[in-house]
């Protein structure tokens, strides 16, 4: 999935587990992290989900701070207008109201 041009800057690539993988791109000031995750859907247990956003924190967490990271992927988020969300999303979301998923996103990437 990189393009041709940048297949010798990568570092490394792995699977952390079956919903998640990432790629470390050598950079010319930094590394870029790019993190690709699919979370469960909101009908699903709770138990799991907080596995799975507790499993990102800790793969987060054991890169160094200075690398650039991005994060892509299905997280069947809805982020609302709420004003808890207003300096994160501000008005440019779709939803009116934000779903558990999104809720757990934006506390993830803040």
């Given amino acids: 999935m990189v393009h041709h041009r940048r297949v010798t800057q990568i570092?490394?690539?792995e699977f952390v587990s079956?919903?998640?993988s990432c790629i470390i791109l050598r950079g010319h000031w930094c590394n870029f992290i790019v993190l690709n995750m699919h979370?469960?859907?909101e009908d699903?247990?709770?138990d799991s989900k907080d596995s799975l956003y507790y499993e990102l924190e800790q793969v987060f967490g054991?890169?160094?701070k200075y690398h650039m990271k991005i994060l892509l992927g299905d997280f069947n988020a809805k982020l609302g207008r709420e004003?808890?969300?207003k300096l994160t999303v501000r008005n440019e979301s779709i939803h009116q109201e934000?779903?558990?998923?999104g809720v757990r996103k934006v506390n993830c990437a803040a």
């Avoid at 934000?98 to 998923?101: A, E, G, I, Q, T």
């Fill in 11 to 13: 570092k490394r690539q």
């Fill in 18 to 20: 079956d919903r998640m």
């Fill in 39 to 41: 979370t469960l859907s």
């Fill in 44 to 46: 699903k247990g709770d």
């Fill in 62 to 64: 054991h890169f160094p």
């Fill in 83 to 85: 004003y808890v969300f």
């Fill in 98 to 101: 934000s779903n558990d998923n």
